[in-house]
């Protein structure tokens, strides 16, 4: 079983759209989450950590469920420039520390 | 401007070759980490490093060596006994507290093509 676990879509959704994205982990010791938005022939960059409680910027919404071992991310109000790669990163704890760990990655396409 | 820098951007070789990428970091950051991705994959650790002279092996080691021997340093050499060396580098840092890593900041990457 893959430790981070991403559907790959793509999500292909018209602007103004509402678009949740889920990720589960395998590891029940994870400490820290983190979803990274990636365009295409681009380096990942931080969109947002996820928090216990719960996370909110702007358009976008994190949250975390550490029963069911899932994370997800929804976004409002889709817009064009929201196409990209979003990735789930869990950080697990290897050989003493701890290490991120990065799901494949969904795809999400806003059209007009 | 603070940041992580990797170079170059593009890097072609000819197989049998040794290359070294560099990632230069001025964040401050404790941890350093080399991680691949190949078209339509998710990052893969190769090697990460949580302080000054010392770095672990991640996922997919084998073919590849690092040092660090600067806390802002982390170049990742890949050797010819690396099969599938073409693909895309990306180097980040974090900051290391209480054992449990930050958020990571990415470096523009390096894409090496290997014929």
């Known amino acids: 079983r893959k430790e981070v676990e991403q559907d790959p879509g793509p999500f292909n959704v018209p602007e103004g759209a509402t678009v949740a994205f889920n990720c589960t982990y395998s590891?029940?010791?994870?400490?820290?989450f983190f979803w990274y938005r990636q365009d295409c022939r681009k380096e990942p960059k931080l969109l947002m950590s996820?928090?216990?409680s719960g996370n909110e910027d702007g358009r976008f919404t994190a949250q975390l469920n550490r029963a069911s071992q899932y994370i997800s991310l929804l976004i409002r109000d889709s817009k064009l420039s929201d196409s990209a790669t979003y990735l789930c990163?869990?950080?697990?704890?290897?050989?003493?520390?701890?290490?991120?760990?990065f799901g494949r990655g969904t795809s999400l396409i806003v059209h007009p | 401007d603070g940041g992580i820098t990797q170079s170059p951007k593009y890097l072609f070789r000819k197989e049998g070759q040794n290359v070294t990428l560099s990632c230069e970091q001025n964040l401050n950051h404790d941890a350093m980490y080399w991680y691949r991705q190949d078209p339509g994959q998710g990052l893969r650790l190769i090697y990460y490093s949580q302080i000054v002279n010392d770095f672990q092996k991640g996922d997919i080691a084998e073919g590849y060596s690092v040092s660090r021997e600067k806390k802002e340093s982390f170049p990742l050499t890949v050797t010819s006994a690396q099969k599938n060396p073409t693909a895309f580098y990306l180097c980040a840092s974090s900051i290391k507290r209480g054992g449990t890593s930050y958020e990571q900041y990415f470096g523009p990457g390096t894409r090496l093509t290997v014929t």
């Open positions: 990163v869990v950080t697990l704890l290897s050989g003493g520390s701890y290490i991120p760990t």
């Open positions: 996820v928090y216990s």
């Open positions: 590891n029940s010791a994870s400490q820290s």
